[in-house]
């Protein structure tokens, strides 16, 4: 770094205060400029410096015509001090679009690609929530075996190492439907009407979910449009932007309750929570699978075949490792966007704050332009040289102090966006190993 500006402040004061002197004879000086010059001192410092401006000739409104009149009216015999502000009033850049931009200036790297929870640290996450609704049979032919055991045995088992593996952050619920009365006749209208949610949507905790998977066990008919209807309500009770809903239905039948699941699930899925069901058909017939093959494709989802405990846990796993995948991607990814974000933020400050950035570079034009009126002063008198030497030295320290400002400013802007930078790819890779481990 160069130079230190506060020191560069000190100097360009004692330049300028050491002429203070009035001037002997103001004849030929505009009122306005009298009253401008009695009403302003120069600043001191660099952010005074940078809202000195504009000059009447600053920019584009310059022309050498128009400068050299302006000129000829500054009279004779200023000191260093007063000519020096004649200057300014010519001759000062408007800096104010570059202050506005280097106030606006984010140091927090963000990324776009997310999942899970916000992060403590400076930064901006779009986070994907995860939503997953379980919706287990447990109609009267549930009670029925399969290779591994009781249909029902066997898939509060699959749920039970499904619901374990989900990422922490996910929310999970599991809503049981068939499980009142009996598959009698006499009791349809009961059996029918019968889906309750026995874990209510939330993160996973193993003895609370466990609790929940054996209050049931099967019994009655199969009321699956049902069942999805109150899921939806579910879901939409605690709908968070950004979510991703699943639905993940187990049965081994068809809807027998008068329901319309292909319509159902086509609502939830064009609703506003954008719900995605899935349905896992065990052991069951091919009237059965035509109708919910029909439902899973109008809900946005697949359909899987199971025929016994080994075809519904293989599926179940190979769900686990979709999103072990996206853990992966989403840790890689967002490593990869902030540090993207981290190199753009800093080529933003670099192309104002820079010693060929925007700042300096119009500092340096309007050194030029000062040292330019300064000389041409001098040629017409109306500066003597020890003066003309005093304010040369105050234009050259002016544009010192403003170099050295934007050096500063850059340092101190980089350095936040790198600290904020560190602070948040270590967020992400400690969510990352923390959601991967859960999956393991």
Request: charged share 30%; with cysteine.
């Amino acid at each position: 770094m160069g130079f230190p500006y506060r020191h560069l402040i000190i100097a360009l004061s004692l330049i300028l205060a050491a002429t203070a002197c009035s001037s002997p004879d103001m004849d030929g000086t505009t009122k306005e400029n009298v009253q401008t010059k009695k009403a302003r001192e120069p600043a001191e410092d660099a952010e005074g410096m940078l809202q000195e401006g504009p000059g009447i000739l600053a920019g584009d409104r310059f022309s050498e015509e128009k400068a050299m009149k302006e000129l000829e009216k500054i009279p004779e015999g200023l000191s260093a001090k007063e000519a020096y502000m004649e200057l300014l009033q010519l001759f000062a850049e408007d800096y104010r679009p570059i202050v506005k931009e280097i106030d606006e200036f984010d140091t927090n790297p963000y990324v776009t690609s997310g999942q899970p929870g916000a992060p403590e640290s400076p930064g901006k996450v779009e986070e994907k929530k995860l939503n997953v609704a379980i919706l287990l049979d447990a109609s009267g032919s549930m009670a029925g075996q399969v290779k591994g055991g009781q249909k029902m045995e066997v898939a509060k088992a699959a749920v039970k190492r499904y619901a374990s593996s989900l990422p922490n952050e996910a929310r999970v619920s599991l809503r049981v439907y068939g499980h009142k009365g009996s598959n009698r006749q006499i009791d349809k209208s009961l059996s029918c009407q019968s889906t309750d949610e026995v874990y209510p949507l939330s993160a996973y905790q193993e003895k609370k979910f466990n609790q929940g998977l054996e209050q049931f066990q099967p019994t009655g008919w199969t009321p699956i449009a049902l069942a999805m209807q109150e899921a939806k309500k579910d879901l939409e009770q605690q709908q968070e932007e950004n979510t991703e809903n699943v639905i993940y239905i187990v049965s081994d039948g068809e809807e027998t309750c008068g329901g319309d699941p292909v319509k159902v699930a086509k609502e939830l899925n064009q609703s506003d929570i954008k719900a995605v069901v899935n349905i896992i058909g065990f052991d069951v017939d091919d009237k059965g699978q035509r109708e919910l093959e029909a439902a899973a494709k109008a809900g946005g989802g697949e359909y899987f075949s199971a025929q016994d405990e080994q075809d519904l846990r293989k599926y179940l796993d190979e769900q686990n490792m979709n999103l072990r995948s996206e853990w992966f991607g989403w840790t890689y990814g967002n490593l990869n966007e902030v540090s993207l974000q981290y190199a753009h933020q800093s080529d933003k400050f670099r192309k104002v704050l820079s010693p060929k950035g925007r700042l300096s570079k119009t500092a340096i034009h309007e050194f030029r332009q000062m040292e330019q009126g300064a000389k041409v002063m001098r040629e017409k008198g109306k500066l003597q040289d020890e003066q003309y030497e005093k304010l040369k030295d105050g234009i050259f320290q002016r544009k010192e102090i403003l170099q050295s400002y934007a050096e500063e400013r850059l340092e101190e802007l980089e350095r936040e966006l790198k600290e904020n930078r560190d602070r948040l790819q270590e967020y992400i890779r400690k969510k990352g190993n923390n959601e991967r481990d859960s999956l393991r």
